[in-house]
């Protein structure tokens, strides 16, 4: 029903920035909460932030406060997540999800996911 597409990833020194975006469709994109995720190897997914479906509220998980910023246009039906000030410890899979019944930005479960884009940190 919603598709996701993940883009943006890329292999960058640490100390370096990249932006990923996440373009959606097949749904209403203003009424979904959109998050970013990331998986490292051999670590469990862990959600890195999340935007509430107007644009209003933000979550960002410690490790990446003041460092990433999640943000989203509407009218292109997409989630941007940019990234600063990356370290090593920032290499993953990130993927991006939408959902639409929980309003709370701390909740986990998504209905729907993208395939991942890959991040790799140098130091």
């Known amino acids: 029903q919603v598709q996701l597409v993940a883009s943006g990833g890329g292999l960058v020194q640490a100390g370096g920035s990249l932006r990923l975006s996440c373009a959606a469709s097949?749904?209403?994109?203003?009424?979904?909460?959109m998050g970013w995720f990331r998986r490292a190897p051999g670590k469990e997914r862990d959600s890195v932030a999340a935007i509430s479906a107007g644009g209003g509220r933000t979550y960002y998980v410690d490790s990446v406060k003041g460092r990433f910023t999640i943000s989203r246009d509407n009218a292109k039906n997409t989630v941007y997540l940019q990234m600063n000030s990356l370290k090593p410890e920032d290499t993953a899979v990130y993927y991006c999800?939408?959902?639409?019944?929980?309003?709370?930005?701390?909740?986990?479960?998504?209905?729907?996911w993208g395939q991942g884009t890959q991040v790799t940190v140098s130091s």
């Open positions: 999800a939408a959902d639409r019944f929980y309003s709370d930005l701390s909740q986990k479960k998504y209905d729907y």
């Open positions: 097949g749904g209403t994109f203003s009424a979904y909460r």
